[in-house]
Each structure stands twice: as structure tokens, then as C-alpha cells.
């Protein structure tokens, strides 16, 4: 590819990173130049992060109607699951599910509040009062 064709789509990556790309200069000679993507790549990028948005929402609908607790919205918000968040815990992915219920989450230690919070980045009062 000539360096003249790269492609400069912009998508919703590209005010954060551009790709890094070998193209031919004026001299038929391999130099690297930088691209901020082209339209395949930006639509495969925005198909994969409206599936994100529309997960998050409908983890925050269920924590709102109190199907589930915060812990579930907040591990879908930070693009989390379950292996990951048992890493940030400690806690086995067993127990995290069993914390998705909003019954038990009301009974959980202050101690284990402050592991989900630290994992979250968010504070123990943000977890437990959840107003979506």
C-alpha cells in the first residue's frame, strides 16, 4: 500500500491510539506511517462496543428492578467476569455469583464490600446505595 492510500477513518478508537502500518514511500521503498483506521475496522469496533453498552444496560435494568446486586453491574460496567474478578478479590467465582443476589449482597461483610469497591474503583457507600 502507498503511503498516500493509508487509510484515516476516523473511528472510536482514534483519539486514543492509531495503528502502526508499513507502506511504500515515493521511492518504492518500506517505511511505517500510522493509520486511525479504516471503515471495516471502525464498524467492527462500534458493533463490538454498542454489544458492551447494551450489556451494561441491561445489568443496570436488573440491579434497578432487584434481580441482581450492584456487584453485577458494576462487573459488566469495568468489562469484567467472573475469572477476572475473582483474580481482584480473592474470592472463587462460585461465591461472586451467590453475591449477585440482591439478598444476599445486603448481608455481606464490610471487609468484602471493600474488596468489590477496591476491585470497582468505586467506594463502599457507591456499592451499596446503587441508584443506577
Same mark, same amino acid.
Given at each position: 500500500? =502507498? ?14 491510539t ?9 521511492? &518504492?521503498?518500506? @517505511? ?9 475496522? =471502525? ?7 454498542? #454489544?458492551? #453498552?447494551?450489556?451494561? @444496560? ?7 428492578s432487584? @434481580? ?5 453491574? %458494576? ?10 474478578l475473582? &483474580? ?5 467465582? %462460585? %461465591?461472586?455469583?451467590?453475591? %449477585? ?5 445486603? #448481608?455481606?461483610? !464490610? ?14 457507600? !457507591?456499592?451499596? #446505595?446503587?441508584? &443506577?
Amino acid at each position: 500500500m =502507498k503511503k498516500e492510500d493509508l487509510p484515516q477513518e476516523p473511528g472510536a478508537l482514534s483519539r486514543l491510539t492509531r495503528e502502526l502500518c508499513y507502506v511504500k514511500n515515493e521511492d &518504492g521503498k518500506y @517505511e511505517t506511517a500510522l493509520s486511525k483506521g479504516w471503515d471495516v475496522k =471502525k464498524d467492527a469496533l462500534d458493533s463490538a462496543w454498542d #454489544n458492551v #453498552n447494551d450489556r451494561v @444496560e441491561e445489568a443496570r435494568q436488573a440491579v434497578v428492578s432487584g @434481580e441482581k446486586s450492584p456487584v453485577y453491574y %458494576f462487573m459488566e460496567l469495568r468489562l469484567m467476569d467472573l475469572p477476572v474478578l475473582s &483474580g481482584y478479590t480473592g474470592f472463587f467465582p %462460585f %461465591f461472586i455469583k451467590r453475591h %449477585f443476589k440482591p439478598s444476599v449482597f445486603k #448481608n455481606l461483610s !464490610e471487609r468484602k464490600l471493600e474488596k468489590y469497591a477496591a476491585a470497582f474503583d468505586v467506594s463502599v457507600n !457507591e456499592l451499596k #446505595n446503587f441508584k &443506577g
